[in-house]
């Protein structure tokens, strides 16, 4: 399967972005999902996830109750809404899948597929 992030850009401390994951050759409806994100410096970290059933969600402490993740399976696209945004969240931002009917996972080296990162700027 192939991913495509978008939606990324520059955003004032407290807006608000919507990022998109287009999947193209399969599917999203058999694939857990999950956005992933590395600010300058530091590691990459888990943000949030989507089981392939769309009925599980997960979120890193740091954005629990600010993003939503969702999954819109008659357009393939899994999104991750950010809202009350803070400059720590400046990162570069990738979604991933899983391999077919694989559970959730934090864990990026579970992850099987990844888009190419879109980056999102949080001016204080």
């Known amino acids: 399967v192939q991913l495509q992030a978008s939606g990324g850009g520059l955003v004032q401390a407290g807006g608000s972005l919507r990022l998109s994951c287009a999947a193209s050759g399969r599917s999203f409806g058999t694939y857990s999902v999950g956005w992933f994100r590395q600010a300058p410096g530091k590691e990459r970290e888990f943000v949030a996830a989507?089981?392939?059933?769309?009925?599980?969600?997960y979120y890193a402490d740091s954005v629990k109750g600010r993003f939503t993740i969702s999954i819109d399976n008659a357009k393939n696209t899994v999104y991750l809404q950010m809202n009350s945004l803070k400059p720590e969240d400046t990162a570069v931002y990738y979604c991933?899948?899983?391999?077919?009917?694989?559970?959730?996972?934090?864990?990026?080296?579970?992850?099987?597929?990844w888009g190419q990162g879109t980056l999102v700027t949080v001016s204080s």
């Open positions: 991933a899948a899983r391999t077919r009917w694989a559970p959730v996972s934090q864990g990026e080296d579970d992850y099987a597929y």
């Open positions: 989507v089981s392939w059933s769309g009925r599980g969600t």
